[in-house]
């Protein structure tokens, strides 16, 4: 008994059955907890006024925006070394996932940069690095597309997503040089353990972060799942041709 | 390695277009330029370190699915995948001989179109230095990227969209050095950074280009 087993696409889909209805269910519980308490029970920011309670869609996004690159690097490195289907369609179904979670980012970024900064768009440091990383997900994507043969598709866009993390986490960093912008630092820093976010808003904004976490993970297996089945239905329709 | 490279320096030639059509490129993006935002001699200042970085980088990513793509139509690419030569050297020689073919130029040409846009004196020698610097990256990014697209029908457009965003850094640090040379500042935090990315990608994107070209003849 090992991990590896659940690289069987029959067993992933069966042990995941009953699991999907839970996660999706923990992940719409601890959203909504999170957003109506973020939403109508925190006090209005003394400066910001009610526009902060943006937070709690951008900063969960923008963190799961990143984790799900993340992500989609440890698939791609499993697919390579160990050549595990589910795990090569695990990183497809997580790119669009991911772009959208950019997307929302930017959106709700862009909507709260615009009464708080005066403008909707700045090219800083951080926005122009999501930005990037938005373009980073449309390549990765495109290639999927293009790609007839789902083995070949898988290998390339492994290759492609290694190369463009290593690229992404340059970018990141380049694009420090060159302006110094309008966004604040790291609200939640990690390392530290000191946070800018008094505790009102920090234990919403918390529930929010595990809510988009575990919906992304419901997100990822319900679209593993829809993956391995077109497959399935592929290799069916090749066979009743031949 | 030597006799690749001398091949694929003579197809360049001979063909015509490799060489001169990527230089034409870059001739005609910096020349429409002042149309576009106004012959103004300060704004043209301002703005010229970017706007040379970004039609260099432009007119490299237009000859770039001529790498693999000619030999592949017309069959010499798997020969030269089972030849004794392995195939990170390939991909290696490859993205030399792009770079002798367009980065090269490109970077030669660079001080007279500085000149056409009102390039700051003190900033030519940085604008040379960069762009050797920055070019053979990339040449080299863009092998990788005509090696994940090689195989694929109409993968021109695709390989752009793969290309550009992996652009980005050394554009950044390519135009910032220019900038900081144009200002009298020293540009030389720019330049390492273009120097590593320049090495890095040398030394590492060979295996990725030949394990993208291996998966595309399988």
Redesign the interface.
């Known amino acids: 008994m090992s991990i590896w087993e659940y690289a069987n696409p029959k067993k992933f889909i069966a042990t995941t059955t009953p699991l999907v209805p839970w996660v999706m269910g923990l992940a719409i519980a601890c959203l909504v907890v999170g957003l109506v308490w973020g939403f109508f029970f925190t006090p209005d920011d003394f400066r910001q006024g009610s526009t902060v309670k943006i937070i709690y869609l951008h900063v969960p996004s923008a963190l799961m925006a990143i984790n799900a690159w993340f992500m989609m690097l440890l698939a791609s490195l499993i697919w390579l070394v160990r050549r595990h289907h589910v795990s090569a369609l695990a990183a497809r179904a997580a790119a669009p996932i991911g772009i959208v979670m950019t997307l929302i980012a930017l959106i709700t970024g862009a909507i709260w940069g615009q009464p708080m900064w005066g403008t909707w768009w700045a090219w800083d440091p951080r926005l122009t690095s999501f930005l ?1 990383l938005f ?2 997900y ?2 990765y994507i ?2 999927w597309e ?2 007839e043969d789902p083995d ?1 598709a898988a ?2 866009t492994s ?2 997503c ?3 993390s ?3 986490v ?2 990141r960093y ?2 420090n ?2 302006n110094q912008g309008l966004h604040q630092g790291t609200s939640v820093p990690v390392a530290t353990g000191e946070r800018s976010v008094s505790d009102v808003f920090f234990v919403p904004l918390l529930i929010c972060m595990v809510g988009f976490g575990i919906l992304f993970l419901g997100l990822v297996l319900i679209r593993t799942r829809t993956e391995i089945r077109a497959r399935r239905m592929k290799a069916l329709e090749a066979r009743m041709r031949s | 390695m030597i006799a690749l490279l001398r091949r694929d320096l003579a197809l360049a030639v001979r063909a015509g277009g490799g060489f001169g059509l990527g230089l034409a490129f870059f001739l005609i993006v910096v020349v429409l330029v002042p149309f576009g935002v106004g012959p103004e001699a300060e704004v043209l200042t301002r703005i010229a370190p970017g706007i040379l970085w970004v039609a260099a980088l432009l007119a490299a990513l237009l000859s770039l699915d001529r790498i693999f793509a000619l030999d592949f139509e017309d069959g010499s690419l798997p020969l030269l995948a089972t030849s004794p030569l392995p195939l990170e050297g390939v991909a290696l020689v490859k993205g030399i001989a792009h770079w002798i073919t367009t980065g090269l130029p490109l970077t030669l040409a660079a001080p007279a179109l500085g000149f056409l846009l009102n390039l700051a004196p003190t900033a030519y020698l940085w604008l040379l230095l960069s762009l050797a610097l920055g070019t053979p990256a990339l040449s080299m990014i863009g092998t990788f990227g005509a090696a994940l697209t090689v195989g694929l029908r109409r993968g021109g457009l695709l390989m752009s969209l793969l290309v550009l965003p992996l652009y980005v850094p050394t554009l950044i640090f390519g135009a910032e050095a220019v900038r900081r040379g144009a200002d009298g500042l020293d540009p030389s935090t720019s330049l390492l950074m273009l120097a590593g990315i320049t090495l890095g990608s040398f030394a590492l994107l060979p295996f990725a280009a030949s394990l993208a070209l291996r998966v595309n003849l399988r």
Do not use: E, H, K, P
Request: net charge negative.
């Open positions: 990037i373009l980073f449309l390549g495109a290639l293009a790609i070949t290998d390339l290759v492609l290694i190369v463009g290593v690229f992404a340059l970018s380049a694009v040089f060159w």
